[in-house]
């Protein structure tokens, strides 16, 4: 199973005023882990956005928050590719600290043509890379639709 793993220190502007991760900070970290993941695949947002003009919007979020982070708290984002879709990918992410899972999301990316914002399907190279790193396990899968 491929697991890409990031971890990200909670920092003081990342909370509310009582210390704890303020969600929607939360949800800028994440995109952040995306980001990092692209590049780790071969295909950094630089690449994609300014020269393929191809964009990955967020068209599905959905999220389980189950532990409250604290300032200073380290954290561990995993991060596993579900499904490829021909224009879909479909991510699952795990968020835990030292005493174990704080919040879980899935999230589903698309990608889209950045000259007319209209839905495109995975260019191949791009294609073949995501589909290398499907996880194993239920719901995963590689898909031509």
Known sequence: MTNFAFERELRFGDCDPSGIAYFPSYLNMLNGVVEDFWARIGFPWPELITVRKIGTPTVHL???FSRPSMFGDLLTFNLRIIKVGGSSLHLE???SGANGPRW???QILAATSLVDHHAIPWPDD???ALVSHVSAGEGAEATSA
């Open 126 to 128: 791009i294609r073949a």
């Open 93 to 95: 992410h795990v968020i």
């Open 62 to 64: 959905a999220c389980d």
């Open 104 to 106: 879980r999301a899935r």
